[in-house]
Structure formats: C-alpha cells, structure tokens
C-alpha cells in the first residue's frame, strides 16, 4: 500500500474526494491544483506515486509526467483524465505512465485510482530490486575481471622471471663449462647446461599455450 501519494487535479471538488478516499484507507494525500504545484511539492517531498490529471491550467498532466521522468529515480506515474478518449491512454502510456484511470465526478473511480496506485508502487519496487540485483552483479563481475587482470599480470611476470632465472643458471653452467680443465667436468656442466635449457623450454612451452596438461617430453 503507497503510504505518501501527489495527487494533481484542477477540480477542488475531486481532490477533496481523492483526499477522504485514499485517507481512509490510511493513505496520506498531497492534493495540489495543477501540474507545476506537483513539481513544486515533488521537490519539496519524497512520493511513493503520482496521479496527475490529464487537463490542467499552466502544466498538463502529460507535460508534468515528462518532467518527473527526467529526475533520477523519479516515482511511478498515473495518469487521470474525465474524457472517455482512449488516444489520451496511448499517449499517456507512450510517453512514460505506469496506468490510466477514467475519472468521474461523483468520486467512484477512487478504489480504482487506489488499485492503480498500488500496482505502481509494486511494480517500482521490483524494477529497483532488480537494477540493484543488476547493479550488485555487474559490480561483482568488474570486481572478478579486474582481479583476474591482476593474477594474469603476476602469473605473466612470474613466468617472466623464473624463465630469466632458468637462462641465468645455464649461462653459469656454460661459462663453468668453458673455463673447466677437466674433461669430465666440462661434460658434466655441459649436460647440466643443456637440462636446464631443457626445463626452460618446457616451462616456455607451459606457459605461452593453452594446453598445461600434457607435455611431449621427447621433444626436449
């Protein structure tokens, strides 16, 4: 049940109505005159729903209803009109209202007027559960892909260094190699060079493919 409602309409007679009907079902009424009395009171308060009168000095209905849409979360919409026009229901619903409702001027379209008052506020309810729910989601997605941009950017500067490490033990090797009197010595170091130029092309190989699951030992 909406508990703070605008209501605009022109006739002072059916505000009143408005006022007693929705009051008695424990619905507080802001009732104003016209169009630029509800932006005024819509600046001023915070509404669960608008009814706005179709025809209305100095703003329109319609013309109110473009206004409200284009304040952030503005509340849900209802257009009210006396003419039995169904153009003036497309239009209203074309340009952003929740509901119409067909006004009368003994004051019975009230329980109507109620209804849709209710569906609105349910419905907006929903609608901001679900952008929060979307919100939240995408808040969390951006959350995952910017950690897993980070894991990659260490994982690629691991590999970067233990490749450079692997490099730096065979230069070693081979510079002992070199330097080495010793005939079985200088294999020796030599075979150890060439094992671990082994491991880091495998670590090479594991690292830049998509397949970590298997490696053709033969080829090193």
């Known amino acids: 049940m909406p508990k703070n409602v605008l209501y605009a309409d022109d006739d002072p007679g059916l505000r009143r109505l408005v006022e007693r009907g929705l ?53 849900p919409v209802i257009i009210v009109t006396g003419a039995q026009d169904s153009g003036i229901a497309v239009n209203a619903l074309k340009a952003g209202a929740f509901d119409y409702v067909v006004k009368d001027a003994s004051g019975q379209f009230v329980p109507l007027l109620l209804a849709a008052l209710q569906a609105a506020v349910d419905a907006m309810r929903m609608r901001r559960g679900r952008e929060a729910a979307e919100a939240e989601l995408r808040e969390q997605k951006d959350k995952f892909e910017k950690l897993a941009t980070e894991r990659a950017l260490l994982l690629r500067e691991v590999n970067h260094r233990v490749g450079n490490s692997l490099q730096l033990i065979a230069a070693f090797l081979q510079l002992q190699a070199s330097g080495a009197g010793n005939a079985d010595v200088k294999d020796a170091l030599t075979e150890a060079m060439r094992r671990v130029m082994a491991v880091a092309q495998v670590h090479k190989r594991l690292y830049t493919s998509n397949d970590v699951q298997s490696v053709s030992v033969d080829q090193y």
Do not use: S, T
Not at 27 to 34: C, P, Y
Not at 39 to 63: C, N, S, T, W
């Open 23 to 75: 009051g008695a079902q424990g619905v507080q009424v802001v009732a104003v005159e016209d169009g630029l009395a509800a932006m005024e009171a819509i600046q001023k308060e915070e509404f669960d729903v608008v009814a706005l009168d179709h025809y209305m000095p100095r703003l329109d209905g319609l013309g109110a209803l473009q206004r409200i849409h284009e304040m952030p979360n503005h509340p």
